[in-house]
């Protein structure tokens, strides 16, 4: 909004020039967000402990431990995240790029699908939301509408294309099927997301580094000479995800103040899904489908650790981990919480550290 209304009148207010910047406005989205969540989350922290009696449900075959130190902990916290980076994103945002609104249309229709399904809970007074098959048909309508508007603005010739890492100009031609690999490049990545977000701190930290890695992606892009250089496909547009990415970055650091341990609220299904949705959506949008596997490596394998689980268990009635997703397993091995959170931000950035090398070892 303030580049639409603002930048035209550089030419008599010189200052206003530096709104055409994408890192300028990158950096003021970040700061924004996160006093967003400075200044609004003790009021929304309050309010869902007002509506939220007993808190947070909480897993009665998760590890013993949480229903003592858990217990009481208002969830839905993602709203505080989901309404910082809209209020933000439209602030800062150039919204006469297409790829904003494609962000916005997904991070809010899977948060409110989220939002959904932690109500559901709370309802029930039960871990177990709305159907699966529900949230999922959800998820996959949202992502293939993201999908039709992506391909309609994808530059010529590439549309359904597939970007190989560390390879010079290797493309693949997905042809038609490129449309269910981008929706389940979506879908994927936000129960991604929502399977890490089990302990105090574990899944923010993550996403705030993927978002780091993404913007500078997603600059890189947009950028023609850049994206010429290292010898990316240029996406007209791109750059301006970089404003959205700062904005995550923000409201994650603003709601880690809030989540840190012991969490005064929980994320929910509301900000992971959502999250987790607009990553895939960056992913899509910069053909960078195959380096979000690396970068956000940390979600890939605690959702790897969950599909084994039930697999090995369904084939031999036995359990690979004591407990699925992963995070659970050390738990139960005797891992104090605050040891497992911070050694998963440890694989997190060693992960995106190898992602962030595609853009040059090709």
């Known amino acids: 909004m303030f580049y639409w209304f603002l930048y035209p009148l550089a030419s008599e207010f010189p200052v206003l020039n530096v709104l055409r910047y994408i890192t300028f406005r990158t950096a003021g989205a970040m ?10 989350g003790p009021c929304v922290i309050r309010w869902l402990k007002k ?29 505080l995240i989901l309404g910082s980076m809209i209020i933000t994103t439209l602030l800062w945002g150039n919204l006469f790029d297409p790829y904003i609104w494609i962000l916005l249309f997904v991070t809010t ?47 010529i010739g590439h549309e359904t294309t597939l970007s190989i890492p560390f390879f010079k100009e290797l493309f693949l031609n997905l042809g038609w099927f490129f449309i269910p690999f981008s929706i389940v490049v979506m879908v994927g990545s936000a129960n991604a997301v929502n399977l890490t977000d089990g302990l105090d701190g574990l899944a923010i930290v993550p996403v705030m580094i993927t978002a780091g890695c993404f913007s500078i992606i997603s600059y890189v892009v947009g950028h023609s000479l850049f994206a010429d250089y290292l010898q990316l496909q240029h996406v007209a547009g791109a750059g301006e995800i970089s404003v959205f990415c700062g904005v995550i970055i923000g409201a994650g650091l603003g709601f880690l103040w809030f989540n840190a341990p012991p969490a005064m609220v929980f994320m929910g299904d509301t900000g992971s899904l959502a999250l987790g949705g607009a990553f895939g959506t960056i992913a899509v949008i910069t053909k960078h489908e195959l380096v ?12 790897l650790s969950v599909i084994i689980q039930v697999a090995y268990f369904k084939m031999t009635g036995r359990r690979i981990f004591l407990m699925a997703p992963m995070h659970h397993h050390f738990e139960k091995k005797g891992w104090a919480e605050p040891t497992i959170v911070i050694r998963f931000w440890i694989i997190s950035i060693v ?7 595609t853009l040059k070892l090709r």
């Open 31 to 40: 700061l924004t967000a996160l006093l967003i969540c400075f200044l609004t």
């Open 51 to 79: 509506k939220q009696k007993e808190g947070q449900p909480i897993r009665k075959d998760g590890p013993e431990s949480h229903l003592l130190t858990k217990q009481g902990t208002p969830t839905m916290g993602g709203s």
């Open 109 to 155: 229709g899977f948060g409110l699908v989220g939002g959904y399904d932690d109500y559901m809970k709370l309802k029930s007074r039960s871990s177990k939301g709305v159907s699966a098959k529900l949230r999922l048909f959800l998820q996959l309508l949202i992502s293939a509408i993201a999908t039709y508007f992506i391909m309609k603005l994808s530059p």
């Open 292 to 303: 979000l596997f690396i970068i956000g490596g940390l979600f890939v394998l605690e959702t």
């Open 351 to 357: 992960l995106a550290l190898i992602g962030m090398t």
